[in-house]
C-alpha cells in the first residue's frame, strides 16, 4: 500500500498567487481529511469527507480557501488569493471511516513570501 | 464543539524513566482516543488508541488510560529511549478527531 499520496512536497510561492494542493488518500478509505499545521495553532482540522461528500468545513479559515474531492481517490485544497500567513504544513489524511485510524500523508510545505 | 487540552507542552526525562503526558476533552459524546508521534519533519504517526468502552490498554512500553467521568486521559511512556523523542499529541472524536497541542518529549542519553 502507497499510503496517503501528497503532492507538492514542497512549494515556495509568491503572495497574491493562487495554490494547489493535492492528495490521494488510500484505496478503500472514504473519508478524507485536511489538516494545517503551524508551531502557533498545532494540528487544526480544516475539512473532511466522507464518500466524496464535505461533511465539516467549519475549519476553513476563510474564503480563500476551498476544498474539492470529485472522486473517491482524488481531493485538492486550494489557497486563492495566497497570503504570507498561509505559510504551514499541510497535511491529507484518510481512514476507512467511523472510529478507526487516521493515516496521514507526508505533508505539503506551503511557504508564501 | 469538542475542545482538547494537553499538558506538558514540553516534557523532559532522562533515559530509563518513565514520561507521562495528559489530556482532557470537553465533549462527552466522543469515545475514540488516538495518540500519534510526529518526529522532526516527519507525519504524525499513530502509535496507541482506546475506546471509550476500555479504561486502559497496553502496548509494550507505551500504556494509554481513560477516565470518562472525568474526560481525561493519559500516555505513559516506561523505560524511554533516545529514539522515544518527538512531538505527542493526543486526539478525541466525537464526529471529527480533535488534536491537543502537541507535548515535545526530549529523553536524553
Known amino acids: 500500500d502507497a499510503g496517503v499520496i501528497q503532492s507538492p512536497r514542497h512549494e515556495v510561492t509568491e503572495m497574491g498567487q493562487e495554490v494547489t494542493l493535492r492528495c490521494k488518500p488510500i484505496s478503500g478509505h472514504n473519508s478524507l481529511f485536511w489538516y494545517r499545521q503551524t508551531m502557533m495553532r498545532g494540528l487544526e482540522l480544516l475539512i473532511y469527507?466522507?464518500?466524496?461528500?464535505?461533511?465539516?468545513d467549519s475549519g476553513m479559515p476563510e474564503d480563500r480557501f476551498s476544498a474539492k474531492m470529485p472522486n473517491a481517490s482524488f481531493s485538492t485544497l486550494k489557497i486563492q488569493p495566497s497570503e504570507p500567513r498561509d505559510s504551514a504544513v499541510y497535511f491529507c489524511a484518510s481512514s476507512s471511516g467511523g472510529k478507526n485510524t487516521i493515516y496521514f500523508g507526508e505533508g505539503s510545505w506551503l511557504t508564501v513570501v | 464543539g469538542e475542545n482538547v487540552e494537553q499538558h506538558p507542552s514540553t516534557l523532559s526525562v532522562q533515559e530509563g524513566d518513565s514520561a507521562v503526558i495528559k489530556c482532557t476533552y470537553s465533549d462527552s459524546a466522543s469515545n475514540y482516543f488516538p495518540w500519534y508521534k510526529q518526529e522532526l519533519g516527519k507525519r504524525p504517526q499513530l502509535i496507541i488508541d482506546?475506546?471509550?468502552?476500555?479504561g486502559e490498554k497496553k502496548d509494550q512500553r507505551i500504556a494509554v488510560t481513560l477516565n470518562k467521568t472525568a474526560k481525561h486521559f493519559s500516555l505513559h511512556i516506561t523505560e524511554t529511549q533516545p529514539e522515544d523523542s518527538a512531538v505527542y499529541f493526543c486526539?478525541?472524536?466525537?464526529?471529527?478527531?480533535?488534536f491537543g497541542q502537541g507535548t515535545e518529549l526530549s529523553v536524553k542519553p
Open positions: 469527507f466522507n464518500n466524496n461528500v464535505p461533511i465539516d
Open positions: 482506546i475506546r471509550s468502552n476500555v
Open positions: 486526539a478525541a472524536e466525537g464526529g471529527k478527531l480533535i
